[in-house]
């Protein structure tokens, strides 16, 4: 008798003791959040742009800024000033971001002017001019797509 009850104690004492060791169950993972869709630009035109250099260098563009032909820069008709835009060469698909900060062009067949540094970016230097699409990202929650393009 004194050995099964010396067994019995055994086995209990085992069994608490690794019901003790074995701790906590981890808590429940975090809920997994879906990916946010990609931002939808709040301005986008597709046409041809050229660029502007050497004879607007210094000028006063339409911001009040000096024209550099060496920032990444452009004129546009309508987009505000100060606009952060990224234009993409529609043939080779380099893209480039500039500022706008001049108004223009002043041919009805185009949609852009770039600064001869961004017209070097994209490739369209040396032939003057070429198909690109310019974007307009929405920066925040706040932007006003309204007010883009009127």
């Not at 946010?36 to 660029?51: I, L, Q, T, Y």
């Not at 024209?67 to 452009?74: E, I, P, R, V, Y």
């Not at 500022?99 to 490739?123: C, F, H, M, W």
């Amino acid at each position: 008798m004194a050995s099964t009850a010396v067994r019995v104690a055994f086995l209990l004492t085992a069994t608490l003791s690794m019901a003790a060791c074995m701790g906590h169950p981890a808590p429940p993972a975090p809920p997994v959040q879906p990916a946010s869709a990609p931002a939808e630009p709040v301005f986008s035109e597709v046409g041809k742009a050229s660029w502007y250099g050497k004879f607007h260098q210094g000028r006063t563009t339409a911001s009040g800024d000096k024209f550099d032909m060496n920032d990444l820069t452009a004129a546009h008709r309508t987009l505000p000033l100060g606009t952060e835009a990224t234009v993409t060469n529609l043939e080779n698909g380099r893209s480039v971001d500039v500022v706008v900060n001049d108004r223009g062009p002043y041919r009805q067949d185009r949609v852009i002017d770039l600064s001869k540094r961004a017209a070097e970016t994209l490739g369209i230097k040396d032939q003057g001019v070429g198909k690109v699409k310019i974007e307009v990202m929405p920066k925040d929650d706040a932007v006003e797509t309204a007010t883009i393009g009127n």
